[in-house]
């Protein structure tokens, strides 16, 4: 499967909805709640505040910011793949009071207007994307001047900065291959999970995402190194 490409990453989500959540859970040890709620504490969500989950998945980011923004508020799920959304939608439906909107799109290209969105947040979705850098043109096109971003994905450890960097890439790349994989093995989904490795290598180190947003508009970005290196949080102010 070839990085990036938007019909092969949507198949693979697609493929992957039913399992996604277990698998995130048993593979990170529930660690990946922890970091989302950390991207939250940056979003700061607020009352009658409206929000958008890029890259939204089945929606977990998004129930936690709809909690938040009642009353007058909203939020709208973003995802380019049908059968995540489905299973958003049902967990909303539980929830039926939460100011929720879901939407099956391209996060490259929302058609959502300019200026439209108090906040924003993307886990795990800006590695997938055709365009990192267009990725985050758009995010910044969304937002209200002075409004917060959150994007948590894999961090791309760079080599070349020294030896903490490689020990950190060492140990990437030993998780991914000796625990990741065979786990999703046995899911059978051995293939879809092996595209892991390959999106990282595409993606920009901490030091060229900072950059790639900066170009992109934003008057803040900041990153903050989760799970030893592993994970990072941009916290962005458009």
Not at 69 to 97: F, M, N, S
Not at 103 to 129: F, I, K, S
Not at 209 to 216: G, I, K, N, V
Not at 226 to 237: H, K
Request: glycine share 10%.
């Amino acid at each position: 499967m070839k990085p990036g490409d938007p019909a092969a990453v949507r198949s693979l989500f697609e493929a992957v909805a039913p399992r996604y959540d277990q698998l995130n859970d048993l593979l990170s040890l529930g660690l990946h709640r922890l970091w989302k709620r950390q991207a939250l504490l940056w979003l700061q969500p607020r009352p009658g505040q409206r929000l958008i989950d890029l890259c939204c998945g089945t929606g977990d980011l998004a129930l936690l910011m709809a909690a938040r923004v009642r009353p007058g508020g909203e939020v709208l799920g973003l995802d380019a793949a049908a059968a995540p959304l489905a299973l958003a939608r049902r967990r909303a439906a539980a929830q039926p009071w939460l100011p929720l909107r879901w939407q099956q799109g391209d996060a490259l290209a929302t058609g959502l207007p300019e200026a439209c969105m108090d906040g924003a947040v993307m886990a795990y979705g800006l590695r997938n994307l055709a365009d990192p850098g267009a990725g985050l043109q758009e995010l910044r096109r969304l937002l209200r001047p002075g409004a917060r971003a959150a994007v948590l994905d894999f961090r791309r450890p760079d080599p070349q900065a020294g030896l903490g960097e490689a020990t950190v890439e060492r140990f990437q790349r030993l998780m991914l291959r000796r625990v990741v994989v065979p786990t999703a093995r046995l899911a059978g989904l051995e293939a879809q999970y092996a595209y892991l490795q390959a999106s990282l290598d595409r993606f920009p180190t901490q030091e060229a995402l900072c950059a790639l947003a900066r170009q992109a508009g934003f008057q803040h970005v900041g990153h903050r190194s989760l799970a030893g290196g592993l994970m990072g949080l941009l916290e962005l102010v458009a």
